[in-house]
């Protein structure tokens, strides 16, 4: 009884390192983040992050959610160590620490740096693939997984339907932009949206967005992106803490551009791996009200729904987030 005492107390000792080192994983990813210049031009601020835990190990490509950058998804990544995955993620073009899409002929400093702008999503996907071809891939460990979160979690999809030559072995998605939360249905939206294109400069400000994105202002009480207080105060200090990195509004374009991408992506529903979508039914950023037709339309997505959650369901309430993890594992295995 003593020597599998003594066996246990080492082996949670050894659990506790490896989890704590993991935090630290994820500091050194960052401090270690550097550049990878695209075909297009863009310069990507990307970071790989190493998980310390012992025996077989996968690697994750994840693509992020608009106007964020690497440091906030400290709660998503360390969780993803832990389990023994290598984790790549960069800032999206126009985002983060990644160069901005505005011309600084055209705007004044301000706006280049803070407007969320970008022409088409295809932009964003032809930077994916280079940076999957010449950087991930050639430095896979074990089974390689797509992830991705809200925009980025669209952006997934899109991967999946356009380059299904990319060799991955299942994906997961959070919260993903499946329809734009509008008073106006998305088809329409759409359709104002191209016939504005003609008379409307795209690279202005929607209504009502500007430089700052309303977290810095909001309480807690009026937030949208979890249920969690602590999770939304820590989400809200990471914001004001590297506030030159996180975006302000979008631009008439960049809604255009996600229409756009909307509409290819519910006609073109060719996706051959497993996927697993998480949604929030709490959700004040995007629409849900789709996610479940779209995961019934194909042969191999598992859709998982949590009533409460909000949109950031890996900054959840403690119940909530167990609860993803827990069925992230059962999918993973």
């Not at 998804?73 to 995955?85: A, Q």
């Not at 119940?319 to 295995?333: G, L, S, V």
Request: include cysteine; glycine fraction near 8%; charged fraction near 15%.
């Amino acid at each position: 009884m003593h020597t599998l005492l003594k066996l246990f107390c080492f082996l949670a000792v050894l659990t506790y390192s490896a989890l704590f080192s993991n935090e630290k994983a994820f500091d050194e990813g960052l401090s270690q983040a550097t550049y990878y210049q695209t075909p297009l031009g863009h310069s990507l601020r990307y970071a790989h992050f190493v998980s310390s835990i012992e025996g077989p190990k996968h690697t994750v490509f994840f693509l992020q959610g608009r106007g964020t950058s690497l440091e906030l998804y400290g709660d998503l990544i360390i969780p993803l160590l832990n389990r023994g995955f290598d984790v790549w993620m960069y800032d999206l073009p126009g985002q983060g620490g990644s160069s901005r899409i505005l011309n600084p002929l055209y705007h004044d400093p301000l706006t280049v740096q803070y407007m969320q702008h970008i022409d088409s999503f295809d932009l964003y996907l032809e930077d994916a693939r280079a940076f999957l071809s010449d950087v991930v891939i050639p430095n896979v460990v074990g089974n390689l997984y797509l992830g991705g979160y809200s925009t980025g979690g669209h952006l997934a999809l899109r991967l999946l339907q356009d380059f299904p030559e990319l060799p991955f072995h299942s994906a997961f998605v959070i919260s993903p932009l499946l329809a734009i939360k509008t008073a106006l249905p998305n088809s329409l939206l759409s359709s104002v949206l191209w016939s504005a294109s003609f008379v409307v400069n795209l690279e202005k400000y929607m209504p009502g967005a500007g430089h700052e994105d309303p977290i810095y202002t909001t309480p807690f009480e009026g937030n949208i992106y979890t249920s969690d207080e602590q999770g939304y105060l820590t989400l809200q200090e990471l914001c004001i803490k590297h506030k030159p990195l996180i975006m302000g509004g979008i631009s008439i374009g960049w809604v255009k551009a996600a229409t756009d991408s909307l509409r290819i992506l519910w006609s073109n529903q060719k996706i051959s791996i497993p996927v697993l979508i998480a949604t929030g039914g709490d959700d004040g950023v995007v629409d849900v009200s789709y996610n479940d037709l779209f995961a019934r339309m194909l042969p191999h997505f598992v859709h998982v729904f949590y009533p409460e959650g909000r949109h950031e369901l890996f900054r959840e309430t403690p119940e909530i987030c167990a609860q993803w993890w827990a069925d992230f594992d059962t999918f993973i295995k």
